[in-house]
């Protein structure tokens, strides 16, 4: 079975300033597919980030990329000069072929004017 | 944005009573899943649906079913409520299932709570 594990339940960041949000994963698979979705107080779930594991480049959009490490099982979440919008839960995912996608429990990122 | 409206958006029942939650898109996209969201535990899938009629359990099926009759529609049903179904519940639609590479694409979710 598949475990995500995200070890940082709360983090804060002052504005313009970058932050790393951890995520490791567990499969035997590999190919397999990670994801980060944000979700506001408002509580819609946004798709933010895709990595393939055969992606052999780190995956960006905009403020946000994926800092792939395939042999340590990471898959961590880079934002770069940090907005009070970010302010969010962070929840990553992983898909395996063929299989249904499995979420981590989220990390709280506190964006401090 | 994705087209994908839930319905109710709120919900309070007592314990016992039957409640179908309804998931509407205009995507046109074939998979279709229903996840519960509570403190602790991210998103848990409940159930999935791979076509209409065409439907699979996830990881916290039990005391749900659903239904798939047109492909925009998904239903979850709680035959009977319990506290313990109180939670938030989202649908979630892709283009993809089985491909490793789609991503879901979340409704606004229903928050249920079950006196």
């Known amino acids: 079975a598949q475990k995500i594990t995200q070890t940082q339940p709360g983090m804060f960041v002052q504005e313009k300033e970058a932050v790393t949000l951890d995520c490791t994963y567990d499969?035997?698979?590999?190919?397999?597919?990670l994801f980060w979705y944000k979700q506001p107080s408002s509580g819609e779930m946004i798709f933010l980030i895709y990595?393939?594991?055969?992606?052999?480049q780190n995956a960006t959009e905009g403020r946000y990329s994926l800092n792939f490490q395939k042999a340590r099982k990471s898959a961590n979440l880079v934002i770069s000069a940090s907005q009070l919008g970010d302010s969010a839960m962070y929840f990553c995912?992983?898909?395996?072929?063929?299989?249904?996608?499995?979420f981590g429990e989220g990390t709280q990122l506190t964006v401090n004017p | 944005d994705a087209g994908i409206t839930q319905s109710p958006r709120h919900k309070v029942t007592e314990t016992g009573t039957p409640v179908t939650l309804r998931c509407h898109q205009t995507?046109?996209?074939?998979?279709m899943y229903w996840y519960r969201q509570d403190p602790g535990h991210g998103l848990r899938l409940i159930h999935y649906?791979?076509?209409?009629?065409?439907?699979d359990k996830g990881e916290v099926s039990d005391g749900y079913s659903v239904s798939r009759s047109k492909t925009e529609d998904f239903l979850l049903t709680l035959e009977s409520a319990t506290s313990s179904q109180t939670s938030v519940y989202f649908c979630?639609?892709?283009?993809?299932?089985?491909?490793?590479?789609?991503?879901?694409?979340f409704g606004p979710g229903t928050r249920l709570t079950v006196t």
């Open positions: 979630a639609i892709s283009e993809g299932g089985t491909g490793v590479s789609y991503e879901q694409y």
């Open positions: 995507e046109n996209h074939r998979y």
């Open positions: 649906s791979y076509g209409v009629k065409d439907t």
């Open positions: 990595q393939g594991s055969y992606d052999e």
């Open positions: 499969t035997s698979d590999q190919s397999y597919g």
């Open positions: 995912a992983m898909r395996p072929p063929g299989s249904r996608l499995t």
